[in-house]
Nanobody
Framework: QVQLVESGGGLVQAGGSLRLSCAASGRTFSTYSMAWFRQAPGKDREFVAVISWNGGTTYYADSVKGRFTISRDNGKNTVYLQMNSLKPEDTAVYYC????????????????WGQGTQVTVSS
C-alpha cells in the first residue's frame, strides 16, 4: 500500500510559479512510477507529467511541456512538480498518482491516488 499526500497548491497570478509536492508513505516508493494529473471543473482528469522509478524517464502533456518539470527524491519519498509561466487554463485540482511498472499516461493504469491540491491561476 502507498499513501500519497499532495501540498503546495494555491492562488497565483498568470505568469507566476508554484511547486507541488507529493509525499508518499511506504518503503517501496522507489519502485513506483509517479505521475501528476489534473482535473478542472466539468472536465475529465487529464495527464500532466510522469517520471520513472529512477528519474531517468519523464513525459509531459503538450500543454505543459517547457513550463512544468517533474522530479523525485527517492531518499525523501517525494515527487515534485515545478510549474512556471502559469496560465489561467492551468487552474485545476492536481493529483499525484503511483503505479508499479513503467511510466504511463492513462488514469486507469494508476493504483494509488492522493486527495488533490487546488491550483488557481488568475488572469
Amino acid at each position: 500500500q502507498v499513501q500519497l499526500v499532495e501540498s503546495g497548491g494555491g492562488l497565483v497570478q498568470a505568469g507566476g510559479s508554484l511547486r507541488l509536492s507529493c509525499a508518499a508513505s511506504g518503503r517501496t516508493f522507489s519502485t513506483y512510477s509517479m505521475a501528476w494529473f489534473r482535473q478542472a471543473p466539468g472536465k475529465d482528469r487529464e495527464f500532466v507529467a510522469v517520471i520513472s522509478w529512477n528519474g531517468g524517464t519523464t513525459y509531459y502533456a503538450d500543454s505543459v511541456k517547457g513550463r512544468f518539470t517533474i522530479s523525485r527524491d527517492n531518499g525523501k519519498n517525494t515527487v515534485y512538480l515545478q510549474m512556471n509561466s502559469l496560465k489561467p487554463e492551468d487552474t485545476a485540482v492536481y493529483y499525484c498518482a503511483a503505479r508499479r511498472g513503467y511510466v504511463d499516461t492513462e488514469v486507469p493504469r494508476y493504483d494509488y491516488w492522493g486527495q488533490g491540491t487546488q491550483v488557481t491561476v488568475s488572469s
